[in-house]
């Protein structure tokens, strides 16, 4: 049974960091390409940041210079590392293990952030 469970969202002022994390399980975590996105109000979802299996990382535009992912492989964890948070960065949070880049095969139950001005 594949598990993915992120934890770390919360309630900050604008300016302030957060650090989501999200740990695997049942899935071969080191072949899946890693990925975040986020669905604001009234929005659609979007992805924010993804690591392939090789280690490579890309960004949207709206968080380059401030969001940073990473994953250990061991722990079988991947994190978003959240700075110079916005008002509008708020949104539920989701991790998502793709074996092809950009497709999710299976997705978290999101965590909520909210940033107040």
């Known amino acids: 049974q594949v598990q993915l469970v992120e934890s770390g969202g919360g309630l900050v002022q604008a300016g302030g960091s957060l650090r989501l994390s999200c740990a695997s399980s049942?899935?071969?975590?080191?072949?899946?390409?890693l990925e975040w996105y986020r669905q604001g109000p009234g929005k659609q979802r979007e992805l924010v940041a993804a690591v392939t299996r090789g280690g490579s990382t890309s960004y949207a535009d709206s968080v380059k210079g401030r969001f940073t992912i990473s994953k250990d492989n061991a722990k079988k964890t991947v994190y978003l590392q959240m700075d110079s948070l916005k008002p509008e960065d708020t949104a539920v949070y989701y991790c998502?293990?793709?074996?092809?880049?950009?497709?999710?095969?299976?997705w978290g139950q999101g965590t909520q952030v909210t940033v107040s001005s």
């Open positions: 998502a293990a793709s074996f092809v880049s950009g497709t999710p095969d299976y």
């Open positions: 049942g899935i071969i975590f080191s072949l899946y390409s």
